[in-house]
Structure formats: structure tokens, C-alpha cells
């Protein structure tokens, strides 16, 4: 028991960070950013490939982190200065990457048994691995605060918030929305590397379902943490990404429910339809039992002038 | 300090809904000049607007600002010489972020925008500064998200984004028609406080009569794509809401119709 759930949260903090990249697109920017199930992989694919031929982890990992940019200034570009719908550029790059990623790795997938990864020197004592990663998620995570409260990173903000305003004043929103998927996609590749490392392989299906995952993580912090502020946010974020994985750990232990390991992805377009559909049917209910009461008030209130 | 030659802009060209916006429009605004701009409905006055802000193109003529020419700007780039306020309180402002960092963002008009504090110690203390002038307490609100304040408090901030930084231009479309009168007032009140004291060059489009001959010390009437008239500040001082509309119906040759037209 005590074991599923330290591996959980190893998981979610190592998924933490294709938390955060889609918390960029999808929250900051308000650009549903379809590339990450292409970028993940893509990121796990220069992260093996770079290690099986000898090199450092960390300068393997540093180069998913480039291929990420990379991948996601490509759908900024098609969105932006090719015009093309958002939903139509993500779809387009996570399908190239997959050829890419197939290109980069030479086969569908790369092993990594006995190779030293980031985790080789910590592997063998538990508490030191999450130490590590969540030291390392966390720097990250503030790094990242600290970008969104500079010029340029409020500029980046605005521009899902209100871009004819920061147009206004000088913002230019192409290239802050390619600043911005290119970030995130950047985060998501650091991801796919990491959780290569962890696995031992990397693979070219490895991307499937991930901007759902990285959505669940999203929307499960927020639920429980809030959204005050950005550096809130980011927290609840990577929250959210720990506590998405342990609530996997413990359905799959339950074992009257008898899940299978395949049935991980219908198990979080669920959490995210639930997470999605509630605050929508509350607010409904809210509104109405709202104004229901306002104007009983007004009509109360009428009466007791004795009519208009 | 604005100069638009023989601008042009056609909507639709070459379809049925072909529709003439501004047809070889001529205007020169002097540094200083106050200028109100009114017209009935379809006039051009909000076009006028977008192409001197970048957001539209002409399709013949030239803008210029200070002498250079700006036509070939998009808008982002000619935000460094146009501060603007538009007639949604909700367009001026990003709502989820505080108003400090609104005012930030302003702050950078034009600049390229790097990776120092957005809101540093020194800037917050000038932002406090420049809250207090609009008397709406909201420099003790500084953390608040833009989108908790009311309408007239988000276009007050718009104001004080769009000139805290003394822009070369600054444009006003029907930037009180939203609000209700009393708040429209305040606007108006401080609008007028604000570009006084820093000498602003403003084109203000509304459709307050009594606004548009109360302010400024130009007023010019729009019909149909032109500028049918535009009224010097000896003439204006003593001009009245009938005596203008009696002028706009006698040279267009049909009253000024706006549905919102509010005659003050």
C-alpha cells in the first residue's frame, strides 16, 4: 500500500510538469493546445535516444526541454501566421511528431535498461527520489512564477486574457502566443523525458491521452486549492497532479472494481467530464435559485409600498 | 501632430453590401488640439478611429503622426505614439489580473517589454500615485482584480492606462456610452482634467451633443464617410445642441440619426 503510493507520487510530480505546460496553453493563454500528446513523447524520445548513445542524462533531458520549444514554436506559428484554427494546428504537429519521434528514435521505441538516467545516483533509497523531484518540479514551478510576473511574461498573460487590450498597448500577441506554446510544450517534453528515465524506455505511443492527463491535473488542483493568483495556481497545479495519480493508485487497489490498466484513460476522461460538468450544472442552479430570491425580495418589498 | 491625406476605406468592395466607410478624408490635428467628433450612425467614426489605431488599413491615403508615416504600421507597433480607450469598460483591461499589473502593462506602452518585474517597488509607488488622481480609492486596491470593479471604475482605469504615459495621440470612441450618466460624468469630468493637464492631443468620437460642444476646442461632424464640418473653438464657445443639429441637418440634408444619440 505504502509502496503504490510513494510511486504515485513520484508519478504525479514527474507529471507535474506536463501539468504546468498545459496549464499555460489551456489556462493563460485559452488555447487548447492538442501538440502535447506529440511533444511528450517527443520529449521521452530525445531523452533515450541522447542516453543510449552515451550522453549525460541531464544534457539528454535539456534537450527534450529544446525539441519541446521547438514542437510547440511550430503550432504557434501555424496558429498565428498561418491562420489555422487551434484545435486544427495542435492535431497537425502531435500527428508530424509522431512521425518525427519514429525518425528520432530510428524505431518505435528505445530501452534504457542499464543506462545511467538522472535517477541512476538516487534510485535505490525512496524518499531521496522524491526529494530530488520535488525539489526539482518546485524550482521549476517558481521559475516559472517568477517569468509570468515580468513585462513580458504579463504581456503573455494578457494576451489570453484580453489580447485587443495588450494590443493596445504594444503587446504583440503572435508572438506571445508562440512564446507561450512554445513554453509549455518545452515543460511537457522535460516531462516525457523524465518519465522515459523512470520507465526505462521510451515509446512512440507513450504521448497518447497526455493532454487529457495534464487537463485532469489542471482542473483536479484548481478544484481543490482555488485559482488566487498565479503562484497559487502553479502550486495547485502540481497538487493537483500528485493527487490525480494517488486516486489512480487507490482504484486500482480497490479490487472489487476490477480495472485493468487499459481502462487508465477512460478513468480520466471521466474524472475530467465530472470535473468539467459539475461547476457548470452548480452555477446553473446557483443562478437560478438566485434570482429566484432577488426578486422575491423586490416583489416583497413592492408590495409593501403598496404597488407601483 | 496627426495628419490624415486623402484616406479611403471601402467595406465589402466589389459585392452588393459594398459600403463606402470613409471616402477622401482630410484632418489635421495641431499638438493640443481637443478635437470631439459626432455623426449619425454608419457615418465613419469609429472607422476613422480603427485606421488611425492600426486596427483597419486604408485602402487609399496615408496617416501620418508627427510627420511620419505610420499606414504601413500594424497596430501593436503604433500603440508607442496612440494611447486609446475603447467604449466597452471591459476592452481596456485584462480581468483576471490585478490592477497593478494592469497598470504595468500600460506602463510598457510601446516599450519592448523584457524580463524585469513587472511590478517593482518604484513602479508601484508611481501607480499608487497615479490611482489617487482618479478619486476612486483605488490605489488602496492595488492586489484587486480588475474584473471585481464596476464599470466606470474599469473605464477610469482605462483612461488613466491609456494616458499615464502622455501618449502622442490619444483616441476616445464613445468612451462614456456604456456607463450610466452618473458614472458617464465622472468619465467625462475626468477625461477632461486629465488631457487639460497633460496637453494630450485627443480625437474623441461620442454621441452627446452637449458633451461634444462642451469639450475640446474643435468639433468636427461626420455624414457618410466625410467630414461634413468642422467647427473652430471661436465658433464652437457659443454653440448650442439645436443650432448644431439645425447645421448638421442643413448641410447633410437629413437629421442626425444615432440611436443612442443623447442630445444632453
Same mark, same amino acid.
Given at each position: ?21 498545459? #496549464? ?51 503550432? *504557434? ?20 511528431? #509522431?512521425? %518525427? ?27 531521496? #527520489? ?47 502566443? %508562440? ?12 516531462? *516525457? ?91 446553473? #442552479? ?23 | ?11 465589402? =468592395? ?6 463606402? +466607410? ?8 495641431? =499638438? ?9 450612425? !454608419? ?30 504600421? =500594424? ?16 476592452? !481596456? ?18 516599450? =519592448? ?10 513602479? /508601484?509607488?508611481?501607480? /499608487? ?21 464596476? !464599470?466606470?471604475?474599469?473605464? +477610469? ?26 458614472? +458617464? ?27 461634444? $460642444? ?11 464617410? /466625410? ?23 442643413? $448641410? ?13
Amino acid at each position: 500500500m505504502f509502496q503504490s503510493l510513494t510511486g504515485a507520487v513520484e508519478l504525479g510530480l514527474m507529471y507535474a510538469l506536463l501539468a504546468l505546460g498545459v #496549464y499555460i496553453t489551456f489556462r493563460i493563454l485559452d488555447f487548447p493546445d492538442l501538440t502535447v500528446d506529440g511533444s511528450f513523447a517527443t520529449g521521452g524520445a530525445i531523452a533515450a535516444v541522447m542516453i543510449s548513445h552515451g550522453y549525460e542524462a541531464w544534457i539528454a533531458t535539456l534537450a527534450a526541454f529544446a525539441g519541446g520549444l521547438a514542437a510547440g514554436a511550430c503550432t *504557434g506559428l501555424l496558429h498565428t501566421k498561418g491562420k489555422i484554427n487551434g484545435l486544427l494546428s495542435g492535431i497537425l504537429m502531435m500527428i508530424a511528431l #509522431y512521425s %518525427i519521434n519514429i525518425r528520432i528514435m530510428g524505431k518505435p521505441n528505445v530501452s534504457l535498461i542499464n543506462a545511467d538516467t538522472l535517477f541512476s545516483p538516487i534510485d535505490s533509497v525512496t524518499w531521496k #527520489y522524491i526529494l530530488v523531484l520535488a525539489i526539482v518540479v518546485f524550482a521549476i514551478k517558481l521559475l516559472l512564477d517568477a517569468f509570468l510576473h515580468t513585462d513580458k511574461g504579463l504581456a503573455l498573460r494578457a494576451t489570453g486574457d484580453n489580447n485587443r487590450m495588450i494590443r493596445s498597448f504594444g503587446g504583440n500577441t503572435d508572438n506571445a502566443t %508562440i512564446l507561450g506554446i512554445s513554453l509549455s510544450n518545452g515543460l511537457v517534453a522535460i516531462s *516525457g523525458a523524465l518519465i522515459a528515465q523512470d520507465s526505462g524506455f521510451a515509446d512512440v505511443t507513450m504521448g497518447v491521452g497526455m493532454i487529457v492527463i495534464g487537463l485532469a491535473s489542471v482542473i483536479i488542483g484548481e478544484a481543490i486549492l482555488g485559482t488566487r493568483g498565479v503562484f497559487w495556481t502553479t502550486f495547485a497545479v502540481v497538487i493537483g497532479s500528485i493527487v490525480y495519480r494517488i486516486v489512480l493508485a487507490l482504484a486500482y487497489r480497490a479490487e472489487w472494481l476490477k480495472l485493468k490498466s487499459t481502462d487508465l484513460k477512460l478513468i480520466t476522461a471521466l474524472i475530467v467530464i465530472v470535473a468539467l460538468v459539475i461547476p457548470t450544472i452548480r452555477r446553473h #442552479y446557483k443562478q437560478k435559485s438566485n434570482a429566484r430570491k432577488r426578486t422575491a425580495e423586490l416583489a416583497v418589498s413592492a408590495r409593501g409600498k403598496g404597488g407601483i | 501632430m496627426l495628419e490624415l491625406n486623402h484616406v479611403s476605406k471601402l467595406f465589402n =468592395p466589389g459585392t452588393p453590401d459594398e459600403k463606402i +466607410a470613409l471616402i477622401d478624408i482630410q484632418l489635421k490635428l495641431n =499638438p493640443g488640439d481637443f478635437v470631439t467628433v459626432i455623426g449619425s450612425n !454608419g457615418a465613419g467614426k469609429s472607422t476613422l478611429m480603427n485606421i488611425i489605431s492600426g486596427v483597419l488599413k486604408p485602402d487609399l491615403g496615408d496617416v501620418k503622426i508627427g510627420g511620419t508615416s505610420i499606414s504601413h504600421l =500594424p497596430e501593436f507597433q503604433r500603440s508607442r505614439w496612440i494611447g486609446r480607450v475603447f467604449q466597452d469598460p471591459m476592452a !481596456g483591461t485584462a480581468p483576471t489580473m490585478t490592477i497593478e499589473e494592469n497598470l504595468a502593462m500600460a506602463y510598457r506602452r510601446g516599450k =519592448p517589454r523584457g524580463l524585469s518585474w513587472g511590478v517593482s517597488a518604484a513602479r /508601484r509607488k508611481l501607480f /499608487r500615485e497615479q490611482l489617487q488622481r482618479l478619486g476612486l480609492g483605488l490605489e488602496n486596491r492595488l492586489k484587486a482584480k480588475v474584473g471585481l470593479l464596476s !464599470g466606470g471604475e474599469r473605464q +477610469a482605469l482605462s483612461l488613466l492606462m491609456a494616458t499615464f504615459t502622455k501618449p502622442d495621440i490619444l483616441l476616445l470612441d464613445e468612451h462614456t456610452a456604456a456607463l450610466d450618466p452618473a458614472r +458617464a460624468e465622472l468619465i467625462t469630468r475626468l477625461t477632461e482634467s486629465i488631457v487639460r493637464e497633460m496637453k494630450l492631443t485627443t480625437l474623441m468620437v461620442t454621441h452627446n451633443m452637449e458633451q461634444a $460642444i462642451r469639450l475640446g476646442n474643435r468639433l468636427i461632424m461626420m455624414d457618410k464617410g /466625410r467630414i461634413i464640418l468642422d467647427i473652430p473653438e471661436n465658433r464652437k464657445r457659443d454653440l448650442t445642441v439645436p443650432q448644431l443639429l439645425a447645421e448638421f441637418e442643413r $448641410i447633410s440634408g437629413h437629421k442626425l440619426a444615432d440611436d443612442r444619440v443623447v442630445l444632453g
